[in-house]
């Protein structure tokens, strides 16, 4: 299985991206699908998940700016951005819990996108 990630960029403070998550491989379902950051010198942390039924999860900083979506029938994950802070600066990585066609479940990371908001 494998994850790919797309979307990050240069935006200016007050801007919008979208992030794609991609995932791949032999997959018979997958449970979550979620976006994570990382700033420089910080732990990665959480900035939204989405179930496979639709239920979300937003970090407190990201409420009402960002918004994740999934397309389940592409095994894809959306996170719009909207009011680009520069504390979102970071490096994003899309992480999904997939169940095998074997019935195990595992977890999954993307290689991670850059996204730069200037100020």
């Known amino acids: 299985v494998q994850l790919q990630a797309s979307g990050g960029g240069l935006v200016q403070a007050g801007g919008s991206l979208r992030l794609s998550c991609a995932a791949s491989?032999?997959?018979?379902?997958?449970?979550?699908m979620g976006w994570y950051r990382q700033a420089p010198g910080k732990q990665r942390e959480l900035v939204a998940v989405?179930?496979?039924?639709?239920?979300?999860n937003y970090a407190d900083s990201v409420k009402g700016r960002f918004t994740i979506s999934r397309d389940n029938a592409k095994n894809t994950v959306y996170l719009q951005m909207t009011s680009l802070e520069p504390e979102d600066t970071a490096i994003y990585y899309c992480?999904?819990?997939?169940?095998?066609?074997?019935?195990?479940?595992?977890?999954?990371w993307g290689q991670g996108t850059l996204v730069t908001v200037s100020s």
């Open positions: 989405a179930t496979s039924g639709g239920s979300t």
């Open positions: 491989g032999s997959i018979f379902s997958i449970v979550v």
């Open positions: 992480k999904a819990n997939v169940v095998l066609p074997s019935q195990y479940e595992y977890q999954y």
